[in-house]
């Protein structure tokens, strides 16, 4: 990622503030990915024909980001991203001293801020991959650990790290027509014991709301906990994590269409160089059998390799193999997923 220092654009923008203090960047990132999947299930279009088990996409960022010092030592600043993808773009800003941070607008909840890093699958060589809208996944089941979410209208408040501790707590606003509103906390420790380095969390997502207009029911309530570790030893590291999610969703009877699901997964990956790594991971995800598709399973390992051909690119290629249980029907499905991926930053 190159800085590119717009002294210029820094004095309109933050208002004649001297260009010492006032640091503007831009930054973009580019990626592009091939996905191959089979598995036992025929896949069929309402016409009667077979898809294509391939696809490819493409995700590309572009960030302006800035920051300034007043004289008191309080930092402040913001960014806007623009982004090609689904989530679109978003505006975020920050204000920062010696009691904490306060971050306002679209950006990770203190959930998921918290829980991302450890979880395995979501910090897989290549990525997220096409399993679940491609292959008919059960709605509950899990292919990742991370807890919370990101969304728009968030104010997030996060302490001084004191000792390896920090906290975060959060509240996103569904807006005018949802009542969805959400909140998050995280807590994280990170420590290094004789050149071994340890981070541990703990994180919750909260939604809770009598009645939501957008989704037209009479009740839905979504509750998210979870925990996990990453240690770190030479060119070694090790993640391991679980997440709990409660979904009760329904009109007049609360629960009619929800589920509980658990999920773990755990991996390790060794940089063989400086430019070769290696990965190798396993997950699990079960719903319960006291929700919608009780006794559904869906379990998956991943191989992987990512080579750094020059500062600033990468090429990965991952291998999933996978097994989905349908408690209901009687049946598995069995399948595998590969990606080769190519990325950018600049």
Do not use: C
């Amino acid at each position: 990622m190159r800085k590119v220092l717009l002294a210029t654009t820094a004095l309109v923008a933050l208002g004649g503030v001297s260009a010492a203090s006032a640091d503007v960047s831009l930054s973009a990132s580019a990626s592009w990915a091939y996905d191959s999947w089979s598995d036992d299930t025929a896949a069929v279009t309402t016409a009667g024909n077979t898809t294509n088990n391939t696809a490819t996409t493409m995700d590309g960022d572009f960030i302006i980001s800035g920051s300034t010092t007043a004289d008191s030592g309080m930092t402040f600043g913001g960014s806007i991203a623009f982004d090609d993808t689904t989530n679109g773009d978003d505006t975020r800003m920050h204000i920062s001293d010696d009691w904490g941070q306060i971050s306002l607008g679209e950006h990770n909840d203190a959930a998921k801020s918290s829980s991302a890093g450890n979880s395995a699958f979501d910090a897989a060589l290549s990525g997220a991959s096409s399993i679940g809208a491609t292959t008919g996944l059960t709605t509950g089941l899990g292919t990742a650990t991370v807890v919370g979410s990101e969304a728009q209208g968030q104010i997030m408040y996060t302490t001084p790290t004191v000792n390896g501790l920090t906290v975060r707590i959060s509240q996103a606003d569904a807006g005018s027509a949802n009542m969805a509103d959400a909140t998050a906390m995280g807590v994280t420790y990170a420590v290094d014991v004789d050149g071994v380095g340890i981070t541990a969390h703990y994180a919750t997502y909260d939604v809770d709301s009598a009645g939501d207009v957008a989704t037209g029911t009479g009740s839905y309530e979504t509750a998210q906990d979870g925990f996990g570790v990453k240690i770190v030893y030479g060119d070694f590291t090790v993640r391991a994590a679980s997440m709990d999610q409660d979904v009760k969703q329904g009109g007049s009877t609360i629960g009619t269409a929800g589920y509980e699901a658990s999920t773990s997964d755990y991996g390790i990956t060794y940089a063989m160089s400086d430019t070769v790594t290696l990965e190798a991971i396993a997950m699990s995800s079960e719903l319960s059998t006291a929700s919608i598709n009780g006794g559904d399973s869906y379990d998956a390992t991943q191989v992987g390799v990512k080579y750094v051909p020059a500062t600033g690119m990468y090429v990965s290629l991952t291998n999933r193999s996978y097994e989905m249980k349908d408690s209901s029907e009687g049946t598995t499905n069995d399948g595998a997923n590969t990606r080769l991926k190519v990325g950018v930053t600049f």
